[in-house]
């Protein structure tokens, strides 16, 4: 009987360590704005909004797509966005936030994103995960994207 409730009280704690979804710290009001201003970016991924998201970089931010292609400039960025999104008749991104830090006016944010889309004639919407790192600045009073990288993870 007494193993019994010890093999009880191992699983249940097994359960609340290892299984149970731990909950997430609730986030800051300076961590809230650059939330706030990541899903205007796969927001207007979604929408497929080309000159919105190019708006969301700095002048000469740098892209690091999942490939290793490096774009500078919002120029470059605007046709990598343009062919990424041409082909893709539905769109859709899910996105949260893994780690944000700051330091002075600049925030180093990363994001577990998972993209669903699917092009004419597919009978499948393929998802693709990824680690989403952006280094933003602060211009006139808002955030921009200095910097993204985009790294490809598994799905299991």
Do not use: C
């Not at 699983?11 to 961590?31: D, F, G, N, S």
């Not at 944010?109 to 952006?134: C, N």
């Amino acid at each position: 009987m007494a193993l019994g409730l010890v093999m009880l009280a191992v699983v249940a704690l097994a359960y609340v360590t290892l299984i149970q979804p731990r909950a997430q710290k609730p986030m800051t009001e300076k961590e809230k704005d650059v939330d706030r201003f990541i899903m205007t970016y796969y927001g207007a991924m979604s929408n497929k909004s080309v000159p919105r998201v190019v708006a969301l970089f700095t002048e000469d931010a740098v892209l690091i797509d999942s490939n290793g292609n490096v774009y500078r400039g919002r120029s470059l960025m605007e046709r990598y966005y343009e062919t990424l999104l041409r082909d893709i008749q539905g769109y859709s991104v899910k996105a949260e936030a893994s780690e944000i830090k700051f330091e002075g006016q600049s925030a180093e944010a990363t994001y577990h994103s998972k993209s669903t889309y699917f092009t004419f004639g597919d009978t499948l919407r393929p998802v693709e995960a990824f680690l989403d790192k952006f280094t933003l600045v602060r211009q006139d009073g808002s955030w921009k994207i200095a910097a993204l990288e985009i790294k490809r993870e598994w799905i299991e």
